[in-house]
């Protein structure tokens, strides 16, 4: 099994910039594609950006060029580097891992960490 903490979200304004950090001590979470959602004040959870297991990155098209998606296979952690901040990025972000292969679905991914809360001030 996956446990997925994590870390890094807090306050910031708009324009700035903010890193997530997703770590685990189990060592199978190299063998997972990892992605990161969010889910705003009532609005549904949504995918952000994923990482498969050998690397390959992709985006939601709202964050692509602002977010960055990368991992750290020998510290078994997953970041999402976050620029350029708009208030419509104020969410609750999670980390999650999936058995499949370029996951982007919800449904698709196995294990969930807890979340972490960003947000963007005006």
């Known amino acids: 099994q996956v446990q997925l903490v994590e870390s890094g979200g807090g306050l910031v304004q708009a324009g700035g910039s903010l890193r997530l950090s997703c770590a685990t001590s189990?060592?199978?979470?190299?063998?997972?594609?990892v992605g990161w959602f969010r889910q705003g004040p009532g609005k549904e959870r949504e995918f952000v950006a994923g990482i498969t297991r050998t690397g390959g990155t992709y985006y939601q098209d709202s964050v692509q060029g602002r977010f960055t998606i990368s991992r750290d296979f020998a510290k078994n952690m997953v970041s999402l580097q976050m620029n350029s901040l708009k208030p419509e990025d104020s969410a609750v972000y999670y980390c999650?891992?999936?058995?499949?292969?370029?996951?982007?679905?919800?449904?698709?991914?196995?294990?969930w960490g807890q979340g972490t809360q960003v947000t963007v001030s005006s």
């Open positions: 189990e060592r199978s979470f190299s063998s997972a594609a």
């Open positions: 999650a891992a999936s058995r499949y292969a370029r996951p982007t679905d919800l449904h698709e991914y196995d294990y």
